[in-house]
């Protein structure tokens, strides 16, 4: 079997409910799907994020695609690794994380191939899995505390065990966020995510000031281009943090965990590049240390794909990242990605096992343009 060809769609999926973060507000899921087709029909399906533009990732894949034609699709780590090293080779540009970023869709595609042309599931190919579930927490948004503790309490009366949401609304508002929620959810778990938010200074204080809430860990309360910040921070408070935003590579989570500037490591395989870097990242475990799925505004390929990856992680985190629920329409038919108490089951393949809604692909085609 050999790859015939690389195609790439834009797609755009509006959310229900605009979602925070710390820099902006998201309304909608911007990706582009990637399709690797072979000689034998079958074809592997993925999805890089669409930043800065769906033009850039879309022009970066198919300027490579001379890389993957015409090769067999079973040596992944090997096409990737071809694809990110012509992409960071342009001089004078710091390209390793844009390049990250655009071969994860590659990544993606290439391993739901392999898996279709194995006949068994990707956590197969993966070394197969450790667990009979992944946990996810419940992602709760709103424009005031009060809609957000409403939210944090749907997510309890469906069994989520683990409830997490933004900061960096402003001090004031994000503690009355805290505090409403926290009052919502009894003694569930709490996880807050300051996206980068604080300087040093202001985050010992709103850590401090949020301790109160019990959160089980503070992510990313600093600049991610900042260890020693990290550290600092760490030093001079009592609740564990999360690194997220800091990390893309192997050699991040390295460096994180000998400093001792995380408790927790936030992973997705749009900023490590893919699976076999995920996986590599997730070595974390050597510290004594869990790695949590990261999302970002994916869709549904990207839910499942990352769910075969952590089924195969021994350290994955027990309050992963799922954001399914901020989608109009997925652009998947199934599997049924609806939590039963927080969980998703192993997913049988072959490849991811999704089965992609053309007709939701064609109405997301269209609203990219
Ligand atoms: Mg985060």
């Known amino acids: 079997m050999k790859i015939t060809g690389l195609r790439t769609t834009p797609l755009v999926v509006p959310y229900t409910q605009t979602y925070h973060v710390t820099q902006a507000t998201r309304t909608e899921a911007a990706v582009v799907l990637v399709e690797v087709e072979t000689d034998e029909g079958l074809i592997g399906i993925g999805e890089s994020i669409a930043q800065p533009n769906a033009s850039l990732i879309v022009d970066s894949l198919q300027v490579c695609s001379d890389l993957?034609?015409?090769?067999?699709?079973?040596?992944?780590?090997?096409?990737?690794?071809?694809v990110y090293r012509k992409l960071i080779s342009i001089p004078a540009a710091e390209m390793d994380r844009m390049a990250r970023l655009i071969v994860a869709g590659l990544d993606m595609a290439l391993w739901d191939l392999a898996g279709k042309a194995a006949g068994v599931p990707v956590h197969a190919l993966l070394g197969g899995a450790v667990h009979s579930h992944i946990q996810y927490f419940g992602f709760v948004e709103g424009?005031?505390?009060?809609?957000?503790?409403?939210?944090?309490?749907?997510?309890?009366?469906?069994?989520?065990?683990?409830?997490?949401?933004?900061?960096?609304?402003?001090?004031?508002?994000?503690?009355a966020c805290a505090a409403a929620v926290r009052s919502a959810i009894g003694d569930k778990r709490l996880r807050l995510d300051a996206n980068e938010a604080w300087d040093v200074m202001t985050a010992i204080r709103m850590i401090k000031r949020l301790e109160k809430y019990d959160p089980e860990f503070i992510e990313q309360p600093v600049s991610s281009h900042n260890l020693d910040a990290m550290r600092q921070v760490k030093a001079a408070v009592d609740v564990p943090l999360a690194a997220d935003q800091a990390i893309h590579s192997p050699e991040d989570v390295f460096a994180y965990c000998r400093a001792q500037a995380a408790d927790v490591i936030v992973l997705g395989p749009h900023e490590t590049g893919g699976y076999g870097q995920l996986r590599k990242a997730a070595a974390a475990e050597a510290a004594g240390i869990r790695v949590c799925l990261?999302?970002?505004?994916e869709t549904g390929i990207t839910t499942?794909?990352?769910?075969?990856?952590?089924?195969?992680?021994?350290?994955?985190?027990?309050?992963?990242?799922?954001?399914?629920?901020?989608?109009?329409?997925?652009?998947?038919?199934?599997?049924?990605?609806?939590?039963?108490?927080?969980?998703?089951?192993i997913f049988d393949g072959p490849g991811f096992g999704f089965t992609l809604d053309r007709a939701a692909v064609s109405r997301a085609a269209e609203r990219s343009f």
């Open 68 to 82: 993957i034609v015409g090769q067999p699709p079973f040596a992944v780590d090997a096409l990737v690794g071809a």
């Open 143 to 175: 424009e005031s505390p009060e809609a957000m503790a409403e939210d944090a309490r749907r997510f309890v009366e469906q069994g989520i065990e683990v409830i997490y949401l933004k900061l960096g609304r402003g001090h004031e508002t994000d503690i």
């Open 294 to 297: 990261h999302g970002v505004t």
């Open 304 to 345: 499942v794909a990352n769910h075969h990856a952590a089924l195969t992680i021994p350290n994955i985190d027990d309050g992963n990242q799922i954001m399914c629920r901020f989608l109009g329409e997925d652009i998947i038919s199934s599997p049924d990605l609806t939590l039963k108490d927080g969980k998703l089951p």
